[in-house]
């Protein structure tokens, strides 16, 4: 019989379990009860027990065993303790199956983790089901191939795609975490601080409900004849301010940075790249303007929910199957006009 460990971490409050943590919870908890398994639930990251059972509220209607590796040495992410700390909670656990959120702190240790206890790990997990065998499905070739994975092997270690599971959202309750004793390891890295970017500069926000993509025709001579990057600019930005959308672009506008053109966009990089060379995110909305809508940028839309598109070529790719709703209109004066309202609706 299976006994299933979902691995979590707290965000950077410390008593918080973050938002993919509750997605793997979510997972679990499904999983387990399809196989009938045993259900422990892990939190890896607490600066003191009681930040523990403050984070372990929100999993307590779970009616899983809870267990935490806590303390200031586990409070920041360092391979070597985080790898130790996840060790510890799976081999408490006595865990078959462990699941855990695709983070960057996971993704980091899960394999070194999976090593120690002579396991086997397989990433990017997208969905999990169960009949004789657990399979576990996952994407290959830029998202154009879904396939269901099984292993006998044991532990078996799957690390979640963000976005891909309804957050744990059963009623909060006070619980007691089952603390896991760590012997530390030789710690080599301090953590000195933390360096992030201006709010206004992350441009990439996965949690958003809408992705907007900007394409090359941005920076394109429009019908006046002229080139308006600086207009064009200001309109984007906006709109990212008033709506919280994420940025996406089309390869050849992130290219005309890359190659060191004047007429270009400063806040985009090849980071915020849809397509098949680059991210295919999730979101449940998607506005693209002035792209294309060529194959290689779409296939990154897979998974993007409701598809939109404002271009001024009535035969772009968008309107050839590809988005659910094309306007065809010049996307300087239909931006202005949407950051208008949006403006007016916020103050
Ligand atoms: C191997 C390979 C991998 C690739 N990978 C990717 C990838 O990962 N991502 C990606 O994006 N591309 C990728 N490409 C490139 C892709 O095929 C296209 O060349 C690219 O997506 C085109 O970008 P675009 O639509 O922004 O630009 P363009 O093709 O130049 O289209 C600009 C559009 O803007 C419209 N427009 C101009 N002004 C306005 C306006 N005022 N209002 C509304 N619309 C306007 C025009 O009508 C035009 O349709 C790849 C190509 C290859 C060969």
């Given at each position: 019989m299976e006994t299933i460990l979902v691995l979590t971490h707290v965000d950077e409050t410390g008593s918080t379990l973050t938002k993919a943590s509750l997605e793997a919870v979510t997972a679990g908890v499904e999983l387990a009860g399809q196989l009938s398994a045993k259900l422990t639930i892990g939190i890896l990251g607490p600066a003191s027990v009681e930040a523990a059972n403050a984070a372990a509220g929100a999993v307590a209607a779970t009616g899983a065993r809870l267990l935490a590796v806590s303390g200031e040495a586990f409070a920041q992410p360092r391979y070597a303790t985080d790898a130790a700390g996840g060790e510890a909670l799976a081999r408490a656990a006595q865990a078959s199956i462990v699941l855990a959120p695709g983070s960057s702190r996971f993704v980091r240790v899960a394999a070194g983790v999976a090593h120690r206890l002579g396991g086997f790990i397989d990433t990017h997990i997208t969905a999990l089901s169960s009949n004789d065998s657990v399979d576990a499905t996952r994407w290959f070739y830029r998202q154009r191939v879904e396939a269901a994975i099984s292993r006998e092997a044991r532990p078996w270690f799957l690390l979640l795609d963000a976005g891909t599971h309804a957050p744990f959202a059963g009623e909060p309750a006070a619980a007691q975490v089952e603390a896991v004793t760590v012997t530390l390891p030789?710690?080599?890295?301090?953590?000195?601080g933390l360096r992030s970017p201006m709010r206004d500069a992350?441009?990439?926000?996965?949690?958003?409900k809408l992705l907007f993509v900007a394409g090359a025709g941005w920076t394109k001579k429009q019908p006046d004849g002229q080139i308006h990057v600086a207009v064009a600019g200001e309109l984007i930005l906006s709109f990212l301010r008033l709506s919280g959308a994420s940025l996406g672009s089309s390869k050849s506008l992130a290219d005309q940075k890359a190659e060191g053109e004047?007429?270009?966009?400063?806040?985009?990089?090849?980071?915020?790249q849809i397509g098949q060379t680059g991210s295919t995110p999730r979101h449940a909305k998607g506005l693209s303007t002035?792209?294309?809508?060529?194959e290689p940028h779409v296939?990154?839309?897979?998974?993007?929910?409701e598809r939109r598109a404002i271009s001024?070529?009535?035969?772009?790719?968008?309107?050839?199957?590809?988005?659910?709703v094309v306007y065809v209109a010049d996307a300087f004066q239909v931006m202005a006009k949407v950051n208008a309202l949006l403006e007016a609706r916020s103050s």
């Amino acid at each position: 019989m299976e006994t299933i460990l979902v691995l979590t971490h707290v965000d950077e409050t410390g008593s918080t379990l973050t938002k993919a943590s509750l997605e793997a919870v979510t997972a679990g908890v499904e999983l387990a009860g399809q196989l009938s398994a045993k259900l422990t639930i892990g939190i890896l990251g607490p600066a003191s027990v009681e930040a523990a059972n403050a984070a372990a509220g929100a999993v307590a209607a779970t009616g899983a065993r809870l267990l935490a590796v806590s303390g200031e040495a586990f409070a920041q992410p360092r391979y070597a303790t985080d790898a130790a700390g996840g060790e510890a909670l799976a081999r408490a656990a006595q865990a078959s199956i462990v699941l855990a959120p695709g983070s960057s702190r996971f993704v980091r240790v899960a394999a070194g983790v999976a090593h120690r206890l002579g396991g086997f790990i397989d990433t990017h997990i997208t969905a999990l089901s169960s009949n004789d065998s657990v399979d576990a499905t996952r994407w290959f070739y830029r998202q154009r191939v879904e396939a269901a994975i099984s292993r006998e092997a044991r532990p078996w270690f799957l690390l979640l795609d963000a976005g891909t599971h309804a957050p744990f959202a059963g009623e909060p309750a006070a619980a007691q975490v089952e603390a896991v004793t760590v012997t530390l390891p030789p710690v080599r890295t301090t953590v000195e601080g933390l360096r992030s970017p201006m709010r206004d500069a992350q441009t990439i926000r996965p949690d958003a409900k809408l992705l907007f993509v900007a394409g090359a025709g941005w920076t394109k001579k429009q019908p006046d004849g002229q080139i308006h990057v600086a207009v064009a600019g200001e309109l984007i930005l906006s709109f990212l301010r008033l709506s919280g959308a994420s940025l996406g672009s089309s390869k050849s506008l992130a290219d005309q940075k890359a190659e060191g053109e004047e007429s270009v966009l400063p806040f985009l990089s090849h980071m915020n790249q849809i397509g098949q060379t680059g991210s295919t995110p999730r979101h449940a909305k998607g506005l693209s303007t002035c792209c294309h809508g060529e194959e290689p940028h779409v296939v990154g839309w897979r998974f993007i929910g409701e598809r939109r598109a404002i271009s001024l070529d009535p035969n772009c790719g968008w309107t050839r199957g590809k988005a659910d709703v094309v306007y065809v209109a010049d996307a300087f004066q239909v931006m202005a006009k949407v950051n208008a309202l949006l403006e007016a609706r916020s103050s």
